[in-house]
């Protein structure tokens, strides 16, 4: 199996601030990534790493085998929606998807056509008039036309109303389900995440603290109660991640490392949802697996 991203000891610093670092990450071709973290985790300094638009202090930084930002040739394989969705207000959005089609070997414009007229956007309206659901998805539609390998999405769902999220999550499925193609979508709404999906990272404190196949991990992990045993082991249990104790019972998060056979406890499984504010609640936890991509020579960017 390929990989479309992979990150090795990655770091980025301003001055004394590390923005990111210890960044090890690596995310097979095809899957759709649930990008997740508090605001300063690092999500978006990750999405413009690998967009090429910003050079690793430390570590490696590898998108569909070349290095970003060193690689011209990379930029028609990558699609990349910055939150602020940065477009020319002046223009109108049919110069919009003009601009796109000039600059894009690989555009779709029959995509691009429907997607705006899906919207209800006229092609005639300047791009600085347009709400922010809207200049989301112009946005959005550039990305997608231009047939990209890897779509990086930072917070792509924020500006839009319910029905506007379910649509272009719809519509993006389809991409994915009709080519070749990967994405990493960065959001808060962890609900509208867990149903198109498939792998899993969470940032915090500038780390990677949890990456795998959301199967896997949500397989992995378990909430388990029984009597009160605070700071006893369980066996089957790896480590635990959250805990709760009364008088007599704990309730215990807990990622696993065999089945749990102890009939004093009963199992639960659990949700992404519950999975990720747990991890999040305790940054100095870490969940497996983890890319094992930490030996690898560190290259400093000049």
Request: glycine share 10%.
């Amino acid at each position: 199996m390929t990989s479309a991203l992979i990150a090795t000891g990655v770091g980025k610093r301003y001055r004394r601030l590390w923005a990111l670092r210890d960044c090890n990450i690596d995310i097979p071709d095809g899957r759709v990534v649930a990008l997740v973290g508090p605001n300063g985790a690092g999500k978006t300094t990750l999405l413009h790493l690998a967009a090429g638009l910003l050079s690793p202090t430390v570590g490696t930084m590898r998108v569909l085998g070349r290095t970003p930002g060193r690689d011209v040739g990379l930029l028609a394989d990558i699609g990349f929606v910055a939150q602020d969705v940065p477009l020319y207000r002046s223009f109108s959005v049919g110069d919009m998807l003009e601009f796109g089609r000039r600059t894009n070997s690989r555009w779709d414009h029959d995509l691009a056509s429907t997607r705006i007229e899906r919207a209800r956007i006229d092609l005639d309206q300047r791009v600085g008039s347009l709400s922010g659901g809207q200049r989301a998805q112009v946005g959005l539609t550039l990305a997608l036309a231009k047939r990209p390998r890897l779509l990086l999405l930072d917070e792509p769902l924020a500006s839009l109303d319910p029905l506007a999220r379910r649509e272009f999550l719809q519509s993006l499925m389809g991409e994915v389900a009709e080519g070749e193609l990967t994405v990493v979508l960065s959001s808060h709404l962890i609900t509208d995440l867990e149903r198109v999906c498939d792998h899993l990272i969470v940032l915090s404190a500038s780390r990677t603290q949890v990456a795998g196949d959301i199967d896997g991990l949500l397989a992995s992990h378990r909430i388990v109660v029984g009597p009160r045993r605070e700071g006893a082991e369980v066996r089957g249990v790896g480590s635990v991640v959250q805990e709760s104790h009364t008088d007599r019972q704990s309730t215990l998060l807990v990622r696993t490392d065999g089945p749990i056979l102890d009939p004093a406890w009963a199992e639960q499984e659990i949700g992404l949802e519950e999975l990720v504010l747990a991890y999040l609640g305790h940054p100095d936890a870490t969940a497996l697996p983890q890319p094992k991509l930490a030996t690898a020579e560190a290259e400093v960017s000049p």
